[in-house]
C-alpha cells in the first residue's frame, strides 16, 4: 500500500513549495495561507480521531485553549514572542487533552462525540461568561508577538508567522503520517475496525485512544495559538462548537483516510472562503452544507479520494 | 433565595421542561430505533417555531384563537417536509455505511437549515405571543403566573409521553417500530419494511421537535441561533437519559429544567453550563445516561 | 496428572429467563486438546466468554495457573497467557493480513512505538511462518475485508497464535472452513500446538473432528455439563449419542 501513498506525499510537498513561494508574488496570499497550514494542523488531530472512528464535537476546546494561552499572557504578564507562545499553547492544551481525554476515551462514537462537546462549552460559556478575566465575548487582543527577541513590521511579520506555521505543519504532516504507520497508530486504527480484539491481544484501546487523543489535542493548541497570532485575537467564539463543526467539516472535505486530506481541505475551504464568503456572505453556511452532503454521498473520501473511489463502505457494516 | 423567588424557579422549570422534554423525546425516538443522532434536530426546533410565528400573524387578525391551530399546523408542516427530506434523501442512503457519515450528513442538514431560516425569516426578532395572552394568569403560592406556561404546556408533554408510550407498547404500528428496533434483521426477515419504520419514525420524532419550537413561540423571541443551542440542550438531555429512553427523557428534562431555572435565579451567568454540567457528571458515572443499559456485542 | 491450567468452579450466569451457565465445573489440563459439544445455546461460547473476562460470572470463580482470573478484563487475562480464537472471526477489516499480525505481536511486545513504522518489526518473519501453517500466507498484503470467511477463520486463529499463548481457546475453529480442508488444517494446527506446548480448548460440533484431535471431551447441556471423558467413552454414551449428536 505504501506505493498508493506517494503520490499524496508528492501532492503535500507541491502543497508546501507553494505556500512557501507564491505569497512572495501576492502578498494578500501570506494570511491566507498562513491561515490555511495553521488551520490543517488541528484537522490533522480530527484526522487522528477519524482513524479510530471517533468525530469530536468539541475540539475547538484545545483550539481555544491554544489561542488564550497567547491571549492571556498579553493581557497579565505583556511582552511575548511567537515560541513563547507556542511552547504555552502547546503545554496548555497538552495538559487540557490529558485530563479530558482521561474522561471522553471511555466513551465511544456518539457519546465519546457528545462528552467533547459538552467539556468544549463548559469551556465557552466560562470564556463568554467570565467577563471580568476575559473580555466575554469581545475576546482578547493579542499584540503582535516578536521572534527570539526580533521585533517586525507588520508586512514582514505576516511572512514571518506565514514561514513558522509552515515549518510545524511540516514537521506535524510527516509527524501525523509517521504515527500513523507505527504500531501505535495501527492500533488506532484498529480500534474502528474492532476494539473487542485489540482487547483480546492484551491492547487497552483506551490507552491508544488517550495517545492519540493528547497528540490531538496538542495539535489543535498549536493551530489555535497560530490563529490567535495571525488574527491578533483570540475569542470564545473560537472555541463555540460551530467552530468543532467547521474541523470536522474540513477533515472530512479533504478526506479523512489521509493526512494531507487536511491540508486538502482546509486550502478549498480557506480559499472558497477568501474569495467567495464577501459575496456570498448570507449563503456561505448553506453553500458549505450542500458541498459536505455532495461529499459524503459521492465521495466519501474526500477530495483526495476523488481519484480513487474504493467502494469497501458498500459492502455495508460491520 | 425566599419562597417567592424559589416558586417561580419551580415554574419557570417547569414549563421550560416541558418544551425541552418534546424536543429530546423526538431525538430519542429518531435515535432508538434509526441509530442516528440527528444534528439537525435542532433546526426542527427553530422551524417550527418560525413557520408557526408566520402562520399565527397570518390567522390572528381573524381570530386570535385561530393560532392554536396554526402552531400545530406548523410543526406537521415542518415534521413532515423536512423530516421526510432528509430521511428520504439524506439518511437513507447512507444505512449500512459507517456511522460517522450518518451523523455529518445531519449536520449538513443543520448547516443549510440555519442558513436557510436567516434568508427566510431574517435575524431580527420575531414575537407573537397571542396563545399566551389569550388564556387567563393563575396564582400559585401567591405567585401570578400565565397558565399556558404553567398548564398547558406541562400538559401537552404529558400527553405526548403517555400518547407516545401506548403507542409503542398497545398499538400494531408501535409494535411494529419496537420490533425494528430491538432486531432490524429479524423484523425484516417477517415482512416488515424498515425503510418504512424509519421514515415515519423520522417523521414523528421532527414532528415533536417542530411542536416544541411552535409551543415556545408565544413564551420567548426568535432569533438566530435558538437552533443550535437547542440541539445542544436536547442531546445533553437525551444522553443524560440515556439515548432511546422515553420515560427517562421526561424525568431527565425536568431535572435539568428546574436546575436550570434555580440557577438562573442565583447565578445567571451560569445558566448555559447546567445542561453540559450534568451531562458530563452523569456520563462519567453511567456511561449509558441514567436509564440506559449496556448492549454486548456478539462474538 | 498433569497440571491444572485453567479451572472454573460453580460458574453460574444467566441473561433473562435463559441459564447459560448452571453450575460449571472445569479443569483444563496442561498439554490437553479438551472438545466442548453440546447443541446450540447449552453454553459453550458462554464458558469461552466468562474464562475470558468478556462476561462476568453471578456465581462462582475461574483461576488460571492458581490465579483468580474472575472478572478481570480480557486483556488482563490475554497477558497472562491465555488466547482466543473467535466463531465470528474478530479481525482489522480495513488493514492488511500482515498487518493484523503485527499489530499481534506488538501487543505481545507491549509499550508499542509511536515512531517506528509497524512494518520494520523483527516479528515479521514469524508472523509469515504462522500465516503459512494455518495456509493464508499468500494472502498476507490483501486487507481482510477482501477475503472470504474461511480465510479469515483461519487468520483469526493465526493472530491467537501470534499470542505465543499457554492455552488456546478455539470456538469451531474451521466452522466457514471449505470441508475438504478441514482435517488437512486441523492436522498441522494440533501438531503445532504439541510441537510450541499450547493446551487447547475448542467448541466443536463436527464429531469426527472430535473423534480425531480431542484428548478429552465435555458434554454441554443446558448450563450444565453432562458427561466428561475421553471422546471414545462420550461418544459411545447412548445419552450424549441421543441429545447432543441426535442420532
Redesign the interface.
Given at each position: 500500500?505504501a506505493g498508493r501513498f506517494k503520490p499524496i506525499t508528492m501532492a503535500a510537498v507541491v502543497f508546501f513549495l507553494v505556500a512557501a513561494v507564491a505569497p512572495l508574488f501576492v502578498p494578500s496570499w501570506a494570511t491566507l495561507f498562513a491561515l490555511i497550514l495553521a488551520k490543517s494542523i488541528v484537522v490533522l488531530g480530527i484526522i487522528l480521531l477519524?482513524q479510530a472512528?471517533q468525530?469530536s464535537f468539541g475540539h475547538a476546546m484545545f483550539f481555544v485553549t491554544g489561542a488564550y494561552s497567547a491571549a492571556f499572557w498579553g493581557k497579565y504578564v505583556g511582552g511575548g514572542d511567537i515560541v513563547l507562545y507556542l511552547v504555552l499553547g502547546a503545554v496548555s492544551s497538552t495538559v487540557f487533552g490529558l485530563i479530558v481525554g482521561l474522561?471522553v476515551v471511555?466513551?465511544r462514537?456518539?457519546?465519546f462525540?457528545?462528552?467533547n462537546?459538552?467539556?468544549s462549552?463548559?469551556l465557552w460559556?466560562?470564556l463568554?461568561?467570565m467577563f471580568h478575566y476575559t473580555n466575554g465575548a469581545d475576546g482578547i487582543r493579542v499584540a503582535r508577538p516578536g521572534l527570539l527577541g526580533l521585533a517586525f513590521t507588520p508586512e514582514t511579520f505576516q511572512y514571518v508567522i506565514l514561514y513558522v506555521s509552515l515549518l510545524i505543519a511540516i514537521a506535524a504532516f510527516f509527524g501525523v503520517q509517521?504515527?500513523l504507520?507505527?504500531?501505535?497508530?495501527?492500533?488506532l486504527?484498529?480500534i474502528?475496525?474492532?476494539e473487542?480484539?485489540?482487547?483480546?491481544?492484551?491492547?487497552?484501546a483506551r490507552r491508544?485512544l488517550l495517545?492519540g487523543y493528547v497528540i490531538s489535542a496538542f495539535l489543535g493548541g498549536i493551530g489555535g495559538t497560530l490563529v490567535a497570532i495571525i488574527q491578533q485575537i483570540a475569542t470564545p467564539e473560537f472555541g463555540y462548537?460551530?467552530k468543532s463543526?467547521e474541523f470536522?467539516?474540513i477533515a472530512?472535505l479533504g478526506g479523512g483516510a489521509h493526512a494531507f486530506g487536511a491540508f486538502a481541505g482546509a486550502a478549498m475551504f480557506e480559499v472558497v472562503r477568501f474569495y467567495a464568503a464577501a459575496q456570498l456572505a448570507?449563503?456561505?453556511?448553506?453553500i458549505?452544507?450542500?458541498v459536505?452532503?455532495v461529499i459524503?454521498?459521492y465521495a466519501?473520501n474526500g477530495l483526495i479520494g476523488l481519484r480513487q473511489r474504493d467502494n469497501?463502505?458498500k459492502?455495508?457494516?460491520? | 433565595m425566599n419562597s417567592t423567588l424559589a416558586t417561580l424557579a419551580v415554574l419557570d422549570g417547569i414549563s421550560y421542561a416541558a418544551l425541552v422534554f418534546l424536543v429530546s423525546v423526538g431525538l430519542s425516538l429518531i435515535f432508538g430505533v434509526l441509530r442516528v443522532v440527528n444534528v439537525a434536530h435542532g433546526s426542527f426546533y427553530a422551524f417550527g417555531a418560525y413557520l408557526a410565528a408566520t402562520f399565527s400573524l397570518a390567522v390572528a387578525p381573524l381570530s386570535p384563537w385561530l393560532t392554536y391551530p396554526a402552531l400545530v399546523a406548523a410543526s406537521i408542516v415542518i415534521g413532515v417536509v423536512c423530516g421526510g427530506l432528509i430521511e428520504r434523501f439524506l439518511l437513507r442512503p447512507l444505512y449500512g455505511r459507517d456511522d460517522v457519515l450518518q451523523l455529518l450528513i445531519t449536520f449538513a442538514a443543520f448547516m443549510i437549515m440555519d442558513n436557510l431560516q436567516r434568508l427566510i425569516w431574517g435575524v431580527q426578532p420575531i414575537f407573537a405571543n397571542e396563545p399566551l395572552k389569550l388564556l387567563p394568569n393563575i396564582s400559585v403560592f401567591g405567585v401570578n403566573y400565565t397558565s399556558y406556561q404553567v398548564l398547558l404546556l406541562p400538559c401537552v408533554a404529558l400527553l405526548t409521553l403517555i400518547g407516545l408510550r401506548y403507542f409503542l407498547r398497545r398499538t400494531l404500528a408501535g409494535a411494529v417500530i419496537m420490533a425494528v428496533t430491538e432486531d432490524r434483521e429479524a423484523a425484516t426477515a417477517i415482512g416488515i419494511d424498515a425503510k418504512r419504520v424509519y421514515f415515519v419514525t423520522f417523521i414523528i420524532g421532527a414532528s415533536f421537535a417542530a411542536l416544541g419550537g411552535a409551543l415556545a413561540l408565544p413564551t420567548t423571541s426568535l432569533v438566530p441561533g435558538m437552533g443550535a443551542d437547542m440541539i445542544v440542550l436536547s442531546f445533553a438531555v437525551a444522553a443524560t437519559a440515556g439515548l432511546g429512553q422515553i420515560e427517562g427523557t421526561a424525568v431527565t428534562a425536568l431535572m435539568i429544567g428546574l436546575a436550570r431555572a434555580f440557577i438562573i435565579y442565583t447565578q445567571p451567568e451560569f445558566e448555559v453550563l447546567v445542561p453540559y454540567l450534568l451531562m458530563v457528571l452523569v456520563l462519567l458515572v453511567r456511561p449509558f445516561g441514567l436509564f440506559g443499559a449496556t448492549q454486548l456485542r456478539k462474538i | 496428572m498433569a497440571n491444572v491450567l485453567l479451572s472454573a468452579k460453580g460458574i453460574k450466569i444467566r441473561f433473562g429467563g435463559v441459564i447459560a451457565a448452571d453450575g460449571i465445573d472445569l479443569d483444563v489440563h496442561e498439554g490437553e486438546n479438551l472438545a466442548i459439544i453440546g447443541p446450540n445455546g447449552a453454553g459453550k461460547t458462554t464458558f469461552l466468554n466468562i474464562s475470558t473476562g468478556y462476561l462476568r460470572p453471578q456465581a462462582g470463580s475461574v483461576s488460571f495457573l492458581g490465579r483468580d482470573i474472575t472478572a478481570q478484563l480480557p486483556r488482563t487475562i490475554t497477558k497472562l497467557g491465555i488466547a482466543r480464537a473467535f466463531q465470528i472471526p474478530q479481525l482489522f477489516l480495513d488493514q492488511t493480513v500482515m498487518e493484523n499480525m503485527l499489530i499481534a505481536a506488538a501487543s505481545l511486545r507491549g509499550h508499542p512505538s509511536g515512531l517506528k513504522a509497524l512494518s520494520s518489526l523483527p516479528e515479521r518473519p514469524e508472523m509469515e511462518r504462522l500465516l503459512d501453517l494455518v495456509g493464508v500466507k499468500e494472502y498476507a498484503e490483501r486487507k481482510a475485508r477482501e477475503l472470504p470467511e474461511g480465510q479469515r477463520k483461519l487468520i483469526d486463529i493465526a493472530l491467537a497464535l501470534a499470542l505465543k499463548p499457554k492455552l488456546l481457546l478455539m470456538d469451531e475453529p474451521t466452522s466457514g472452513v471449505a470441508s475438504s480442508e478441514k482435517f488437512g488444517i486441523m492436522d498441522i494446527l494440533i501438531t503445532a500446538l504439541a510441537k510450541e506446548k499450547v493446551t487447547s480448548v475448542f467448541v466443536e460440533h463436527d464429531m469426527d473432528m472430535v473423534e480425531r484431535y480431542a484428548s478429552r471431551v465435555a458434554v454441554w447441556s443446558m448450563g450444565k455439563i453432562q458427561k466428561v471423558g475421553t471422546p471414545a467413552e462420550v461418544l459411545a454414551d447412548p445419552k450424549v449419542r441421543e441429545h447432543v449428536i441426535g442420532i
Open positions: 500500500m477519524l472512528g468525530v474522561f471511555r466513551y462514537e456518539i457519546f462525540g457528545m462528552l462537546l459538552a467539556f462549552m463548559v460559556s466560562l463568554e461568561k509517521r504515527y504507520d507505527s504500531p501505535l497508530g495501527h492500533m486504527r484498529a474502528k475496525s474492532n473487542t480484539r485489540l482487547e483480546y491481544l492484551g491492547t487497552s491508544v495517545v462548537w460551530t463543526g470536522v467539516f472530512i448570507n449563503a456561505w453556511q448553506l458549505l452544507g450542500v459536505l452532503i459524503i454521498l466519501p469497501r463502505s459492502e455495508g457494516g460491520h | - | -
